[in-house]
């Protein structure tokens, strides 16, 4: 009876496991129709001077990717310098890709100064990229190219170490044009940035 019991205990653990697995990773995958619509070199990294910015913390890009998307609910990414402390204070910020600016101003105590722009692809499919805590804002309407300056790292006006915190959402995100909160168990309509400008740069 006690093997059985045990049996079954153990069979439903493996089934519970395998259950929150599929979930998590359901949580980060990027949709396949995404990848398709952007294509290469369409997208590159909002941070640093080198072509090939890696969210690894190394000396070679002098850039790393310090929380992760869904480390802790996080729904982006927190880009910081290798040097440490707020020495990237004011470092610029770039435009991810080319796009329509659709939301550039101070959201209050918890984000400070924030982008949103929005990308569209030939068919009409549109992502957005969200760029929290600057310092300030250096372009607040119209088109934008890709790697064009929009604004500088801050820490939402002396609220949190100066870095950058990086989203990008796809059109089943619920706060479209909106911050959010930045942490969310339920991550459907937000997806992992690194992974995404890896395969579309």
């Not at 439903?12 to 929150?20: D, G, R, T, V």
């Not at 290798?82 to 659709?102: F, H, L, W």
Request: charged letters at 25%.
């Amino acid at each position: 009876m006690r093997t059985t019991t045990f049996l079954l205990s153990f069979s439903a653990l493996l089934i519970f496991s395998s259950a929150c697995a599929s979930e998590k990773n359901s949580n980060k995958e990027i949709p396949a129709h995404l990848l398709n619509k952007f294509s290469a070199k369409s997208f590159a990294y909002p941070v640093g001077e080198k072509d090939y910015v890696t969210e690894k913390n190394d000396w070679w890009d002098w850039w790393y990717n310090a929380q992760d998307f869904g480390e802790n609910r996080h729904l982006g990414e927190d880009w910081n310098k290798t040097t440490g402390g707020n020495t990237d204070c004011g470092e610029p910020i770039y435009a991810a890709a080319s796009g329509q600016i659709s939301f550039a101003k101070d959201a209050g105590a918890g984000w400070g100064n924030v982008v949103i722009i929005e990308h569209t692809a030939s068919d009409g499919t549109k992502i957005q990229s969200l760029y929290g805590h600057l310092e300030t804002i250096t372009r607040t309407e119209g088109a934008v190219e890709k790697r064009e300056l929009i604004g500088t790292m801050g820490g939402a006006n002396g609220r949190y170490p100066c870095h950058l915190h990086f989203e990008i959402r796809w059109m089943k995100c619920p706060v479209w044009n909106q911050t959010g909160n930045g942490y969310a168990d339920e991550k459907h309509g937000w997806i992992d940035p690194s992974e995404f400008i890896d395969k579309t740069r």
